[in-house]
């Protein structure tokens, strides 16, 4: 027997009186480390100080999974939330993080991690083995009612188990080339010892302060007004080779202004100490005022090669008028996204053409431009029932229903976007009705699919495109998922079950493109804008590295945590004595020299 189990990588252990399995290693792993990438953040950080930022809205709950969990506030936790390996922003190499090395079998489906000793949450207890065993049966359970983690971690993930207290093996659920199986099975831990799991998790944990094993912990919170994160003195990872010269800031207080205009006053007045201005009418126009003149504010703008994630419209085919695929065509040829980038956004902008870019071989797919026509909108508007003018200009079907779309969006900022859409679209005899709700509600009521159409984007998080959560049929008139579209076809779903499951790279893009081709026959979404930079404003004192971002920076040039899946933030630092210059030039009404710069580093040539 024992010749047997050693075959299968498995062992019989007595456990309260009763055989179990237990997972052995099995011989001839070959283990990986990395630590021969550049670093990445600057020898010149300063530690100390306090960072300040603001969020648009108050967080509907602290939990990163089960209901109201994916709003915006999600990724202050989980990027203060280490994971077994991390991927380096500038090579895209696998780099250590809770795991120093690790090891992937010949079924290429499965990974053998090696946790590192040191590793400590952030109430003292010790990192283990069992936190990833119990992550496992906590992301499978009911009782977080998290219908995406239960799938993927059923479907993705079919196996965590624990070969020593600082041993565990993932296992993925069919095989699959390196890069997607590390990212894959890079999972997060739960803390044991923290958590009951009964069926009142969700309600126990709502606003629970759960231990971390990253550099920052919550420490106050102020419900509805600011949350504020503490630097852990004498963090266990801070020495470590990619950690070193980041997270430089002892406190980040997060305050919540829902008024964007609002918040930027309280910038300039020094409350806030940056300020992002990915919108070009902040960029380009309010950016303009005595304390940028002076010095005193600086401007940076940084070119990356991000992968994005989609931006647009999405339609809510539950919706009997937009069950109509005439009506979904006739929509894409409405909507003048074109002038929109040339007028509201300054051409600062790229039209999207695809559901998620920048992926390379599995984005890159030349699908015919549905540009702005209004005699096409009209024919196919016709062609799904509204063919008769209303007295607005506005077509009505022989109901007399008019031919409206309510769109739901969460950014204030978008409003001038959508403003110029609503006009452009008159003219093809579509009104569009703008529904701006508050950021978390507004994110909980597309969840919950109350919607006919939501205007948002995604985070490009990911080494590769992610189908299932948005477009399988199994996330289909479910609240909390993000299928936004409520599509169900059957032919989608077969290429997205065929892109789970397939190993080789080259097949997998493919199919990718295959996907990209099915959204845009059955016209459920409309591409809008994407960028390839990050800018924003800070106070002169705010320091950055010589190159201010990484390739794969986030949205957030000025972003005090980490990152997923690339390990790209928290390089900013404050110069005491720059903060100190900057107050007395203010105070006596002069001027400093200029910091503004545009960094080309990262440039897609």
Known sequence: MNNKMKWIGALFLLVNGQWVWAATLPQGLVWETNDKDPQFASAKALPGGTFNMFVDSFPLTFRTVGPDSNGAFRSFILDNQLRLISFHPNTGNPIPSLATQWAIAPDNQTVYFKLDPRAKWSDGKPVTADDYTFGYEMMRSKHIKGPWFNNYYTTEVVAVEKIDAHTILVKAGNPKAKLDLLNTTELWPQPKHYYTLDENWVKKYNWAVVPTTGPYVMTEVKKGKSVTFSKQKAWWAQSDRYNQHRFNVDTIKVQVIRDRNIAFRHFLKGEFDSFEMLLPNWWHEKANTQEYKQGLVKKVMAMTDTKQGAQGLHLNIANPKLADINVRLGIQHALNID?????????????????????????????????????????????????????????????????????????????????????????????????????????????????EAAWLGWGGGGLYPQYWEFFHSDNANKSQTNNFFNVADKALDALIDAYGSEFDTDKRATLSQQIQQRIYDLAIFVPGAQLNYVRASAWRYVMLPEVPATRNSPDLLYWPMDGYPYSSGGLLWLDPKVEEETSKARDAGESLPSQDMVDKTYARS
């Open 339 to 451: 002038k929109m980038i040339k007028t509201v956004l300054y051409g600062d902008y790229q039209r999207s053409t695809t559901f998620d870019s920048g992926f390379g071989a599995f984005t890159d797919v030349a699908l015919p431009e549905r540009t702005y026509d209004i005699n096409k909108a009209r024919d196919y508007f016709a062609k799904g029932g509204f063919d008769q003018a209303g007295p607005d200009g506005i077509l009505q079907n022989g109901k007399g229903e008019r031919l409206s779309l309510a769109i739901t969006y969460a950014t204030s900022e978008h409003t001038k976007r959508l403003t110029a859409l609503k006009e452009e679209a008159k003219k093809a005899g579509l009104d569009l009705e703008l529904n701006l709700v508050d950021g978390a509600t507004g994110f909980k009521v597309m969840l919950e699919k109350k919607h």
